[in-house]
């Protein structure tokens, strides 16, 4: 049995609070580290863990970035470049394509801030210089990690996962690849076929070769079963996802899948009170509301959504033109953050049948 698991959930599953529970669960002289990358995540668990998991005092929550500076890099850095210190964290270098790679300069500034865009390099490095000793460090600070929103690491950073998984530390990965719209280092060229979308050739290849275990948690709390079945079908059966079952069996005035004409559209966001969504700044940018990209609304979640599309959404909707997968899981991401209905302002007809036409 592998040590390792990754969980593929769906949007409104609880992945996170799945960690949440986890640890809460676990014995209580049990030394865990859960790692994410976003900031508002980081925040998100912390407050969790404190309120489900209190009495448990060897949980540490970290962002990615933190973790490879503080256990692969200050330690060990010395094997490399023993005359060099971290100073501080530059996250807006832009990647030194011509720098040899062992060149110091490739990872740190001229201020010995290490850079963000070749810091997964710099671990993998490190880890290589001292003959894995890094793992070694790891495993006697703790039992079990756990990586939240795995399906944003990419680059170098999957090099360091799959150390991870060759450990003997237990690695519990959760995330869902349908909403595959971040990257922890999108500029790398390390592992670039494994993008995005793409990482889940590199998770189906690892469980293939008897490496890691991989669970479809399929049931979403949030998204009624119209909402949920728009969204799987984003996707076609090649990809391999499980059919997700909605276990939100609340009724209101306002269920299911719409379009709303323009002219109608202030009635409609007078009475429903939509959260707002738009690819980019760019679409819809004639309508004077308070719009939020695809890209910002990642874990949040609302009764109602309403949709602005592009013109690849549009063609999608009324004339059945499949998206690519970035387009897929930007719509998959905006569509599930509606607990009860899904509106998209369209003047057209859809192909589906699913949807109804409101008016005022």
Sequence with gaps: ???????????GSRKTQGIVEDCANSEIDTRVLVLTYTIANQRELKNRLAQHAGKHKNIEVM?????????????????????VRVLGFDFNA?????????????????????????????????????SGETIGRLAKIYDVIYIDEVQDLGGYDLEILR????????????????????LTNERELKNKQYKYMKVWDWYRKLERDGLIEIIQKCQSYRCRQEICDFADALFTAEWGFE????????????????TVAEVHLGDYVERY??????????????????????????????????????????????????????????????VTRAEQSVAFV????????LFVRWVK
């Design 1 to 11: 049995m592998p040590n390792s698991t990754l969980t593929l959930a769906v949007a």
């Design 63 to 83: 962002g990615w970035f933190t973790f490879l500076i503080k256990h692969f890099v200050k330690p060990f850095l010395p094997c490399k470049y023993p005359d």
């Design 94 to 130: 832009e990647p030194s394509r011509y720098k040899n790679t062992h060149d110091i300069r490739r990872y740190f500034n001229n201020a010995y801030w290490v850079k963000k865009v070749h810091l997964p390099q710099l671990a993998y490095l490190l880890h290589s210089a001292c």
């Design 163 to 182: 150390i991870l998984i060759d450990s003997a530390i237990r690695l519990e990965m959760v995330g869902d690849i349908r909403q595959a719209i971040l």
């Design 243 to 258: 059919k997700t079952e909605s276990l939100n069996n609340s009724t209101t005035e306002h269920d299911g899948l719409y």
């Design 273 to 334: 009170s939509p959260m707002l969504l738009r690819s980019s700044k760019s679409s819809g940018k004639h309508l004077d509301y308070p719009f939020i990209n695809f890209g910002v609304c990642k874990g949040m979640s609302r009764k109602n959504v309403l949709i602005f599309p592009t013109g690849a959404i549009k063609n999608y909707l009324v004339r059945g033109i499949g998206l690519d997968d970035q387009q897929a899981a930007s719509l998959y991401t905006a």
């Design 346 to 353: 369209l003047e057209e007809e859809p192909v589906s049948d």
